[in-house]
């Protein structure tokens, strides 16, 4: 299986013929969406959802309520092609089984609203991914593969450092990292490999474009 990263928190997954991308924002290149299968949205902020780039495409959308919602006033076209799923639902895209997982997006403050956020865990390649999208949900589920976000307004590095050990992924790819600056990056890499490595985990950072 082929793991690329391509700005921010999308992912794009590869595996025997199947594309599967997840999370296409404001920080993604459009051909991350080259000849996919089906994308995957976990909620509707910028740096998760573009309109502009499910446009692009012509691949089937899968996500939330409140996402589709923005998709029929913001894409009507994209919405003709868009499935909505509900959190603890078992689906599949492309013939690939995903669950949605989680329900709302992590706190930013108290006195902010609380928008809706539901992860997907993939299984493809006879591995088990989980993208969390912008929530620091646990699975219920053993996983390979954790798409762990690095840096957010709404969350210290203490919390996702504990959030990676707490799933016990084998694997661990840096996603949500626009926030640090490069030398940011370098230090919380230095933490959560410190604590990690200890645990037999191993995490990777992959630039734009890189693969896995």
């Not at 793991?3 to 999308?10: D, R, S």
């Not at 709302?104 to 493809?124: C, D, K, Q, T, W």
């Not at 996603?175 to 990690?196: K, P, T, W």
């Amino acid at each position: 299986m082929r793991i690329t990263k391509f700005g921010h928190a999308c992912v794009r997954l590869e595996h025997d013929g199947t594309t599967l991308v997840i999370d296409p924002g404001m920080f993604t290149e459009p051909e991350a969406l080259d000849g996919a299968d089906g994308v995957l949205i976990t909620h509707e902020h910028a740096d998760h959802y573009q309109p502009e780039l499910l446009a692009r495409s012509d691949a089937p959308v899968f996500t939330i309520d409140a996402v589709a919602a923005k998709i029929r006033d913001e894409a009507p076209d994209v919405a003709e092609r868009t499935t909505v799923v509900t959190p603890g639902q078992s689906f599949e895209v492309a013939g690939v089984p995903v669950t949605a997982t989680g329900e709302l997006h992590a706190v930013i403050h108290e006195e902010l609203p609380r928008f809706h956020n539901s992860g997907y865990r993939i299984e493809m390649g006879g591995q088990r991914l989980f993208h969390p999208g912008d929530a620091i949900t646990e699975t219920d589920v053993d996983v390979d593969v954790l798409f762990v976000p690095v840096s957010a307004p709404w969350a210290a590095a203490r919390e996702l450092i504990d959030y990676a050990r707490a799933v016990k992924a084998p694997r661990n790819v840096a996603i949500h990292d626009r926030i640090y600056s490069e030398v940011g990056s370098g230090i919380f890499d230095s933490q959560i490999n410190r604590f990690l490595s200890q645990a037999g985990q191993e995490y990777f950072r992959l630039a734009d474009g890189q693969d896995l």
